[in-house]
Structures are given as C-alpha cells and as structure tokens.
C-alpha cells in the first residue's frame, strides 16, 4: 500500500516537473554529464555516465542540519535528464536514451588499473572525465557484492527505515559495515581480483555512493544500479531480483574465465536471487556470501538458503562476516 502511494507521489511530482521545466532537446543550456564508473569486457571499455542539464547539489560539509540533508537528497531526484544527444571520445559516439543515460563503447586495450577518459558532449555541453576500470591479467576470480545493508547501513528491508536513512543523512554520516570492508579488502588480493557492486539503488545515487565509499575507504568498483523508471504502471523499471539477476550475467559475459564470490544479505532476499543465478550460470559461481540482516531470517530467506545449499556451491550464512573472513581463508587463499 505504501509503495502504491509513493509511485502516486513520485508520478505526479514529475508530471508538474515536467511541465515547469520541460526537458531539454539539442543545444538548449550548458550540459553536463554525470559520469558513472565504467567496466571493462575482452573487446570494450563501457564508459557511462548521464546528460543532465545543469550541475548536480553540492558536497555535504560537517555537522549540516537533517534539514539541509533531505534537501541535498532530494535533489539528486529532481534531475533535467537530456535525450538524444551525442557524447563522444575521439572517433566514438553514442546517443543518449530517453532518460539521459549513454555507455560508450571504446576498443580494449588499456592498462590495468584505473583510467579517466575524457567524454564530450555536443552542443557546447561541459566535458567530463569518466573513470574506467580494467581487471589484471592474472585475476584469479571477480566479487560481486549488493550495497545496501550488506556493506552500507541502510535498513532496505523496512520501506520506512530506508527511506529516513537515506534523506535524513549524508555523505559523511552513514556507516558502512567494517567487517565487509574487511571481506571486500581480503578477496580484492591488493587489486588482484576485480570486485563490483550491484544495487537496487537508483542511479541518481551514484555520485552520493561514491563519496559514502571513498570517505570511508571502502574498496572502489564499477557499480550497476537501477533506473527509477517511473511510469503509469511502474515505480521502478526492473524487479530487485531481476536487476540484479541481469548484472550478475553481464559481468560474467564480461570475464568469461573468471568464477564469482557472491556478497548480499537477507533484507531483499539475496538468498533466493543468487540462487537463481548459480542455476542460470552452472560453474561460474564459486561461493555465495549472506550477512543476516537486523530482522533476522523469514521463511523465504530460510527457503531461499536451504535451495541455495542444494546446488553444491560454498555458502555462508551469518550476522557477521568475520566467520567469512575465516571460512575464505581456509577454503579459497
């Protein structure tokens, strides 16, 4: 009931949106682009990122008010998305869609490691440089983990309690969980192995999930969220399960000879997702790991781990992942 009237909400605040500032076409104002972290497959960098027209809320500085917080967040919701325009590097160009969003494909070949590569906009828009992660050569596996109470403090499993975590606080108050990034450090072997993140949060959230992790020093990787996609019939484009069921396949096409440590929790039943995908892709996950969420297990989390013991593959269960830490030292490293 609730969510049927936040859709409600949030369809009627962008109807009147739209009408006091309608999108903006071709050469209308000074672009810019909202760059996201891009990935790397054998035969492309996937540069990506969003054309907004006009720049983004400011940093959050120490000690604002709960008041200046929820203005800064909703902000990031109240974006001018601009369709079809053209971003390019060198020779490359892309269009972006309906809401804004563009990947850009560019030949592989790059060095491992980190690159910021600089992407255009048409029409006198502000370039930008959008970062771009390329994995080692002697990668032995890729980690995909969730955000949202599996590393960051978010109480997803209540619709209430995520909302006012997420509006009444900012970059510099919320808390991620030590023992994850303790995990994430130890599997990444010193940047051996790539780790990426993959979230139901909205793609709004990008640059505010960036600084949440480079001010608390959590191991950086590309993120894959979710398009809000609001519509007469739906509040978010895909599913949680199924949102993160598809990334999970794009980055196995992407590294075809790497196997994958899953990382979720019980909050939106990772259980259950990541069970799925070891079905999908038979021999390409190499263990499943899920912090017990606050609330404790449902019956379907329960189900959802029984199922996920059943293919076979290494699983781990608990509140905390210090026992994890220790569990992959003995079975994997």
Not at 14 to 29: A, C, I, K
Not at 50 to 63: D, I, M, Q
Not at 196 to 223: D, K
Request: hydrophobic share 40%; aromatic share 8%.
């Amino acid at each position: 009931m609730l969510k049927k009237v936040l859709h409600r909400t949030a369809l009627g605040a962008e109807r009147l949106l739209d009408r006091l500032q309608p999108r903006r076409n071709h050469g209308s104002g000074t672009l810019v682009i909202d760059p996201y972290i891009g990935y790397a497959t054998p035969e492309h960098l996937i540069l990506r990122g969003r054309v907004l027209a006009g720049a983004r809320s400011k940093a959050a500085v120490s000690g604002q008010s709960v008041l200046r917080n929820f203005m800064q967040m909703t902000s990031l919701f109240l974006t001018d998305e601009v369709a079809g325009v053209t971003v390019s590097h060198g020779g490359t160009t892309a269009i972006t869609d309906e809401e804004g969003y563009f990947q850009l494909p560019l030949p592989a070949g790059r060095a491992p490691g980190w690159h910021e590569i600089e992407v255009s906009v048409a029409d006198g828009g502000t370039p930008a440089a959008c970062p771009v992660f390329v994995p080692r050569p002697d990668a032995r596996f890729m980690v995909i983990s969730d955000i949202d109470d599996t590393v960051l403090h978010t109480s997803a499993y209540s619709l209430l309690r995520n909302l006012w975590t997420t509006f009444s606080g900012n970059a510099l108050t919320r808390r991620i969980y030590p023992d994850s990034a303790a995990l994430l450090q130890r599997l990444s072997e010193q940047g051996r192995n790539p780790v990426y993140y993959v979230s139901s949060s909205p793609w709004n959230m990008h640059a505010f999930l960036a600084q949440v992790f480079n001010q608390a020093e959590l191991l950086r990787g590309p993120m894959f969220l979710r398009d809000l996609g609001l519509s007469e019939t739906q509040f978010i484009s895909a599913g949680h399960g199924s949102h993160k069921g598809q990334s999970i396949g794009i980055l196995l096409k992407a590294h075809p000879e790497l196997t994958a440590i899953l990382i979720g929790d019980t909050g939106q039943e990772d259980a259950s997702v990541y069970c799925a995908a070891v079905r999908r892709h038979p021999g390409r996950i190499a263990a499943v790991l899920i912090r017990i969420s606050e609330d404790g297990l449902s019956t379907n989390d329960e189900r959802g781990l029984a199922e996920l013991k059943d293919t076979g593959v290494m699983v781990f269960a608990g509140s905390s992942f210090q026992s994890a830490i220790l569990k992959m030292e003995r079975e994997v490293f």
